[in-house]
């Protein structure tokens, strides 16, 4: 299992992170959490946050999840992913946490829910990651 890996390093490993404004907490093999906040150009109509921007929480929240169940000199990416949204985010930001729910040789499934700032539900994130290379 790799060591700890910092916000900054997390943020060297996949720069898309910073240009949405993710904010991501130390990870542990056991979860993944972070939160991005609401901001105009995250928009749809309305003034509601883009699926899009809330999808991009969730893949990042669980390609780190995946990352820290990998076993030595092993990579990961998304290969499936399914959401199911739940409520509009107009104000503050959403919250994730991801957790994995099986860890396999070839494959790592991860479950992300994302909340917004009163701990109501906005979305439930399942997506496989695979495992590519390592021991």
């Known amino acids: 299992m ?3 890996p910092s916000a900054e390093q997390l943020r060297e490993l996949m720069p898309f992170v910073p240009t949405l404004g993710i904010e991501l907490e130390p990870p542990t093999s056991e979860r993944a959490a972070g939160s991005l906040p609401w901001a105009p150009e995250l928009c ?37 992913s ?24 070839t494959t790592i499934v991860v479950q992300t829910e994302l909340s917004d700032d009163e701990g109501r539900a906005v979305a439930l994130t399942t997506q496989t990651q695979a495992v590519l290379g390592g021991g």
């Open 44 to 80: 749809t109509g309305g003034g509601i946050m883009h699926g899009g921007a809330i999808l991009s929480l969730a893949d990042t929240l669980g390609a780190v999840c995946a990352f820290m169940n990998l076993p030595p000199g092993a990579g990961t990416t998304t290969i499936e």
């Open 2 to 4: 790799p060591e700890i």
């Open 82 to 105: 399914k959401t199911n949204f739940f409520r509009a985010v107009r104000e503050g930001s959403v919250r994730g946490m991801a957790r994995p729910m099986h860890v396999g040789r």
